[in-house]
């Protein structure tokens, strides 16, 4: 393959994807553009335990930064600014002393609830098998990492 058809063919990935069948075919760009955007937030660590965090009820800001493990103050600030944006979660603020602000899900949030809870369940299902096959890829060498599959290693066989 010469230079200008591997450009051209790298400079046409989404029409190259639609040509394959599989379950990107039928989306034209602004759709993938979209769903990729989509997924970026909703797909996030922090998003998905913010999401399921909020399943029951609203909670205060603080009982939510108690409630995930890890997640900074402004990491959780940013999150629940971008959930908020894509309609996912609402914010109430309460003119109290001292001020109580609340974060819900909302109904599009609630529609992508089980979606999150089953990817969460599946994380945990798979835990043990996913750090087994992480182990075994970092215990293997650089060069067989980026080997080809196609390509045999040193005793001829191919992946």
Request: hydrophobic residues 35%; charged residues 25%.
């Amino acid at each position: 393959m010469s230079a200008e058809d591997l450009r051209r063919r790298r400079a046409n990935v989404r029409a190259n994807v639609r040509a394959v069948p599989g379950p990107c075919a039928h989306w034209n760009d602004e759709d993938a553009d979209f769903i990729r955007e989509v997924l970026d937030l909703v797909g996030d660590k922090w998003s998905v335990l913010i999401i399921g965090t909020l399943a029951d009820r609203p909670i205060r800001y603080s009982d939510l930064a108690d409630a995930i493990p890890g997640i900074s103050q402004r990491m959780l600030t940013l999150t629940l600014k971008h959930l908020q944006r894509t309609g996912l979660v609402t914010r109430t603020s309460y003119p109290e002393v001292p001020p109580r602000v609340e974060y819900a899900l909302t109904e599009l949030g609630t529609s992508l609830l089980s979606t999150v809870l089953a990817l969460a369940a599946w994380s945990a299902e798979h835990h043990t098998e996913i750090r087994r096959h992480q182990t075994e890829y970092d215990g293997t060498s650089t060069t067989e990492k980026h080997r080809p599959a196609w390509e045999p290693d040193d005793a001829g066989v191919g992946r």
